[in-house]
């Protein structure tokens, strides 16, 4: 008896493949979804069947499926070259996608160091951080140690888990992790302090400064947590930190960066750090990363930053006009979460001075994680 295509790929797909995320005892019971193809906010399956594309294929497709100016850019590259390395190389599309984050990055951030994912990314601001101190300041001892937020989530690395606590994901691998700092997230629906805004006085941010006053001289950064959802000018600035007129030491990003078509990361980071890394090659101040990527990919005139910044993207996960007329949606339970196009909860964050409403920090994996450097 013969078998169809879409019959011997689910017999493949059970018999092969590892999904993420998934519990593959289950997934193995069902018929899987397969899908083939997309189109603008869609996605299609084997089976011809649309469903619309609400988390944006895990927050990455900002402009929809095969958008046509990325799709020409792609095809027009291929006719050049599809990878290069930046090992002692350099390539046009690298260069012109550099000099395009810095214009739109908030000023002060001047350098662009590529790989390949968000975990990544982060993984590159912490080694950049620790060496940083190691060769700019070494009068300051060994500034090691990073401060972070409970609760947060900046990739499933190592480093990446070292400074993120999300005890479902990463609980069993604590032996793996190094030590850090952490404490509780501004988090008014559920405070830790059991208190309510604005009686509070931000009283949740003490913590933090008691921190930052007392162990300083251990600290290479602290690394606050992004929301991936409202990352790539969903928020109405390109990253959400320009809401507040930060400029982070560092920061990754990641997940839009090539509207899905391609894997793409990059830390951003100041001068000041970049030049901490120069001199002759014997003095090994040189920056050996978790991966150095430089791939000659759509980037150039064609690239995602260029779609977005032409067709404004807003909330959601494409750009609205190609969307059906309801698809904002609120997480049951939490009425502090904003309505957006089918998104993740989120947590309402607040500036001390003011208490005027934070938009989380955000770049694009979570990603864009925003880095500030430990004090002297």
């Known amino acids: 008896m013969t078998t169809s295509p879409k019959t011997r790929l689910a017999a493949w797909d059970h018999a092969y493949l590892w999904h993420p995320f998934t519990q593959m005892q289950e997934w193995e019971q069902d018929v899987p979804l397969i899908i083939e193809q997309g189109k603008g906010p869609y996605l299609i399956d084997t089976e ?31 006719g050049n070259i599809a990878h290069s390395t930046l090992l002692g190389l350099s390539n ?19 350098r662009v160091f590529y790989s390949d994912n968000g975990s990544t990314a982060v ?41 993120g606590n999300i005890e479902l994901f990463h609980a069993r691998f604590k032996s793996l992790l190094f030590p850090t700092l952490q404490v509780d997230p501004p988090y008014c629906y559920r405070c830790p302090l059991g208190l309510t805004y604005p009686a509070c006085r931000m009283a949740c941010i003490d913590p933090l400064e008691a921190i930052l006053k007392t162990r300083h001289r251990e600290l290479a950064g602290v690394i606050l947590e992004p929301l991936v959802q409202a990352a790539a000018g969903r928020t109405g600035r390109m990253f959400a930190c320009q809401h507040e007129g930060v400029t982070p030491d560092l920061m990754a990003i990641s997940k839009g960066l090539t509207a899905g078509y391609m894997p793409l990361a990059a830390t951003l980071t100041t001068e ?51 969307l059906p007329a309801r698809t904002t949606h609120r997480p049951s339970g939490d009425p502090s979460l904003p309505r957006a196009g089918a998104v993740a909860p989120t947590t309402r964050q607040y500036s001390r001075a003011g208490a005027s409403p934070l938009h989380p920090t955000s770049g694009v994996d979570q990603d864009g994680c925003n880095f500030a450097q430990g004090h002297r």
């Open 48 to 78: 011809g069947r649309k469903y619309l594309d609400g988390t944006s294929s895990i927050w990455v497709n900002l402009h929809g499926h095969r958008h046509p100016r990325l799709d020409r850019a792609l095809t027009a590259q291929l």
């Open 123 to 163: 993984e590159v601001a912490l080694k950049m951080a620790v060496q940083y101190w190691q060769q700019r300041h070494p009068a300051a001892g060994p500034k090691n140690s990073f401060l972070h937020l409970k609760l947060a989530y900046h990739g499933d690395t190592v480093g990446a888990v070292s400074v």
């Open 272 to 322: 000041e750090i970049y030049r901490a890394f120069l001199g002759r090659y014997e003095d090994w101040k040189t920056f050996f990363p978790p991966a150095s990527l430089g791939h000659v990919e759509p980037c150039r005139r064609h690239s995602s930053m260029r779609v977005h910044g032409r067709h404004r993207t807003r909330a959601g996960s494409h750009d609205t006009k190609s």
């Open 92 to 110: 046009p599309p690298a260069i012109r996608l550099a000099r395009e984050l810095i214009r739109l990055a908030p000023k002060g951030l001047r």
